[in-house]
């Protein structure tokens, strides 16, 4: 009798042992699942984030607003947004040149902010009608026989060596940088001759003076 009651209470034992067992390997089984599916979610998640900051990649640069280039790491989305800058005038080697010299030879002394404004006199000119279509028409047209600009009458166009702030300026001209206020005329009132100035005042707009030039449209 005694060996039944423990038989039966170890069997009765061992059972709960195998029910408490089979719960716990439940348990174990639901919590592996919902680890994984919330893993999964973690990742598809990041996959989303990750594929829009790609499609605003592709947005921004068929919009040409930039480029913005997408990394991951570290678990971590990273941004990098980048203006590009591009050259607003396609100028020829020669028309290139041109202006080069020319600023050099107009305004050698001036600052670089000087130097910016003849580069813009001479390309709003190429962009008005008024005026020839090319640096180098521009930059070599007569007007009653008389050469527009000075430094290619006197020949010091032809003798410059081009400074590295010239090239900054025109530079900055190519890319669209002007502080000319539309200016398409510019003189140096103290060595120009009387009767040009008389004409400037009269029939031109005085906008502003910079250096030693002053400047019309």
Not at 18 to 37: H, I, K, P, S, W
Not at 134 to 161: C, D, H, I
Not at 178 to 199: H, T
């Amino acid at each position: 009798m005694y060996r039944k009651a423990v038989s039966l209470l170890s069997l009765m034992s061992i059972a709960l042992m195998m029910c408490f067992l089979c719960v716990r390997g439940v348990d174990a089984v639901r919590l592996c699942g919902e680890t994984a599916q919330n893993l999964r979610l973690g990742l598809w998640e990041l996959e989303e984030e990750w594929a829009g900051k790609a499609q605003a990649a592709v947005d921004s640069r068929e919009k040409g607003l930039g480029i913005v280039d997408v990394a991951v790491s570290d678990q971590r989305i990273i941004d990098f947004f980048v203006m590009e800058q591009e050259y607003i005038y396609d100028l020829s080697d020669k028309d290139l040149e041109v202006l080069l010299r020319i600023v050099e030879a107009e305004a050698g002394n001036e600052d670089e902010d000087g130097k910016l404004l003849v580069a813009n006199v001479v390309l709003n000119r190429m962009n008005a009608e008024q005026f020839p279509d090319s640096v180098e028409k521009v930059v070599f047209q007569k007007e009653k026989g008389v050469w527009q600009f000075s430094p290619v009458s006197n020949g010091s166009y032809y003798r410059v060596e081009i400074s590295e702030e010239t090239v900054n300026a025109v530079e900055r001209a190519l890319k669209g940088e002007d502080i000319s206020q539309g200016a398409l005329y510019f003189a140096a009132r103290k060595y120009a001759d009387s009767r040009k100035m008389k004409w400037f005042d009269r029939s031109l707009t005085y906008l502003f003076e910079h250096g030693g030039h002053e400047f019309f449209k």
